[in-house]
Nanobody, 120 residues
Framework: QVQLVESGGGLVQAGGSLRLSCAAS????????MGWYRQAPGKQRELVAA???????NYADSVKGRFTISRDNAKNTVYLQMNSLKPEDTAVYSC??????????????WGQGTQVTVSS
């Protein structure tokens, strides 16, 4: 129903910046929120940032003040600007889109994930 294509991952030094992009296609009219999760080896997946179709934003405490999530509705793309990166930010970052099929029924879609590596 929704296809997500991620880009922007890579290798940066601590203190550097990366910008992740997630382009959505398909039944995007049903999308009510998009965001980014990350998972580092040996750790649980955690929500990094999310943005609703109304523009409300939420961030994990660990990235607040450093990361910014934004949306370009015309391009159906969500971005994650990551500044002041730390080695502990190293993880696979996955874009997700939350959609609603009917009232009370939510369906989540995921991108393939993109590796972000921050060297010390």
């Amino acid at each position: 129903q929704v296809q997500l294509v991620e880009s922007g991952g890579g290798l940066v030094q601590a203190g550097g910046s990366l910008r992740l992009s997630c382009a959505a296609s398909g039944s995007i009219f049903s999308t009510i929120a998009m965001g980014w999760y990350r998972q580092a080896p040996g750790k649980q997946r955690e929500l990094v940032a999310a943005i609703t179709n109304g523009g409300s934003r939420n961030y994990a405490d660990s990235v607040k003040g450093r990361f910014t999530i934004s949306r370009d509705n015309a391009k159906n793309t969500v971005y994650l600007q990551m500044n002041s990166l730390k080695p502990e930010d190293t993880a696979v970052y996955s874009c997700y889109a939350r959609t609603v099929r009917v009232v009370g029924q939510l369906i989540d879609y995921w991108g393939q994930g993109t590796q972000v590596t921050v060297s010390s």
